[in-house]
């Protein structure tokens, strides 16, 4: 029985590379994010991926509340909210009541937390150019044309 298993999926799959294609793309994004976060866990604020997320957010859209936030990501709202709450206790997002609506809380990045993300920015800018040193601009071009066919093809 064990042998007839196996054969079927071997045969479910049509090319071993498909595996690897994705692998390679997941493999890449662990690497970059990792070497991007190891000069922030260095530094005096230990910063996740996530609360770097949130704080690029509130950094690119000052003013946006939490509601727009849940709604940009599909994120559970308590786990934002909690990552909010930390980043606005350890002084990185400040936030103010809306006029219209006091209920909402208007937020933005401190000026600790602009020079974070700035500093995040610079290092990723620097990290981009290294992955892609060697290679020609035809090359960068193909390589985005068929990882935007491969997202197209999850997006049908």
Do not use: W
């Not at 390679?24 to 866990?41: E, G, K, P, T």
Request: glycine fraction near 6%.
């Amino acid at each position: 029985m064990r042998e007839s298993v196996d054969k079927v999926n071997r045969h479910s799959r049509q090319d071993p590379a498909d595996d690897e294609v994705l692998e390679r793309v997941h493999q890449v994004m662990h690497q970059f994010r990792s070497r991007l976060f190891q000069a922030l866990r260095q530094g005096q604020h230990e910063l996740t991926h996530m609360e770097s997320k949130v704080l690029g957010f509130f950094a690119r859209r000052p003013g946006a509340t939490q509601s727009d936030l849940v709604q940009h990501t599909g994120r559970d709202k308590a786990q934002l909210a909690r990552l909010i709450k930390g980043l606005r206790e350890r002084g990185l997002l400040q936030g103010e009541a809306d006029a219209a609506d006091r209920r909402n809380v208007r937020l933005q990045p401190t000026a600790e937390g602009l020079a974070i993300q700035r500093a995040l920015r610079e290092q990723a800018d620097a990290l981009e150019k290294r992955a892609v040193e060697g290679l020609s601009e035809d090359e960068k071009a193909r390589l985005i044309a068929l990882l935007q066919r491969v997202q197209d093809n999850l997006d049908r």
